[in-house]
């Protein structure tokens, strides 16, 4: 049975909507975990004509999709800013963001996308002058990486529900989030989420 993810759908539902935001977007192999090209992250395109290249590629060989995030180090930088919540290995990234903003205050809706492990991605604008390498003072259940994926083994990473960028803008960054990345620590700071309860990412992000 050939796959409903046709060229023309993935260029129209994943490709285009981040391309339009100015977000770069780059492939990988199949089975690899990020980009193996040298350069890769001033490879990356917003081109329409590249794109609907790549997404035939998508479609017949099953190659991944990423997008390109400010962390890349990319010499054109990138709009985004993109928080990496992990949810796998003993770690509760939900659990962590939920405790962060308690202590700082509440994250604004954002478009978000939910991950297979049960982690998720969220999306920032990024101001202009914003320099990130890494996570920072984040714990270590929550990373700010170069390249996120959002399609891959023939599937994309979906949306949350009325989290899409057609539902809201992407929102600015809190001022907190971007004093802990500026302050770095080698290898983040403990996460204590493996001693309360799991949290989804309704709850995380208070919309339950």
């Known amino acids: 049975?050939?796959?409903?993810?046709?060229?023309?759908?993935?260029?129209?539902?994943?490709?285009?909507?981040?391309?339009?935001?100015?977000?770069?977007?780059i492939l990988?192999?199949?089975?690899?975990?990020?980009p193996r090209v040298d350069g890769w992250q001033n490879k990356?395109?917003?081109?329409?004509?590249?794109?609907?290249?790549?997404?035939?590629?998508?479609?017949?060989?099953?190659?991944?999709i990423f997008a390109v995030t400010r962390?890349?180090?990319?010499?054109?930088?990138?709009p985004i800013l993109v928080v990496d919540v992990d949810a796998k290995n003993g770690r509760d990234g939900w659990a962590d963001l939920a405790d962060l903003q308690v202590q700082h205050g509440k994250l604004p809706l954002t478009p978000t996308r939910l991950t297979p492990s049960g982690g998720g991605h969220l999306y920032f604008r990024c101001p202009p002058d914003t320099r990130v390498s890494g996570r920072g003072r984040l714990p270590?259940?929550?990373?700010?990486?170069?390249?996120v994926c959002l399609f891959r083994d023939g599937e994309p990473y979906p949306w949350a529900e009325g989290m899409a960028p057609g539902d809201f803008a992407l929102a600015d960054p809190p001022d907190w989030l971007l004093?802990?990345?500026?302050?770095?620590?080698?290898?983040?700071?403990?996460?204590?989420?493996g001693?309360?309860?799991?949290?989804?990412f309704e709850s995380a992000l208070m919309l339950v």
């Not at 409903?4 to 909507?17: H, K, Q, S, Y």
């Not at 962390?71 to 990138?78: F, K, V």
């Not at 270590?140 to 390249?147: A, H, I, M, P, R």
């Open 1 to 25: 049975m050939s796959s409903p993810w046709t060229a023309d759908r993935i260029f129209d539902e994943l490709m285009a909507p981040l391309a339009n935001l100015g977000i770069p977007l």
């Open 28 to 34: 990988a192999h199949p089975g690899d975990k990020g």
């Open 140 to 147: 270590k259940s929550l990373d700010v990486t170069g390249g």
């Open 71 to 78: 962390a890349c180090g990319r010499t054109d930088p990138s």
């Open 44 to 64: 990356a395109t917003t081109d329409p004509v590249n794109l609907r290249k790549m997404a035939g590629v998508v479609a017949s060989d099953g190659h991944s």
């Open 179 to 193: 004093d802990l990345l500026a302050n770095a620590q080698h290898g983040g700071v403990p996460s204590d989420s």
């Open 195 to 200: 001693s309360g309860k799991p949290r989804s």
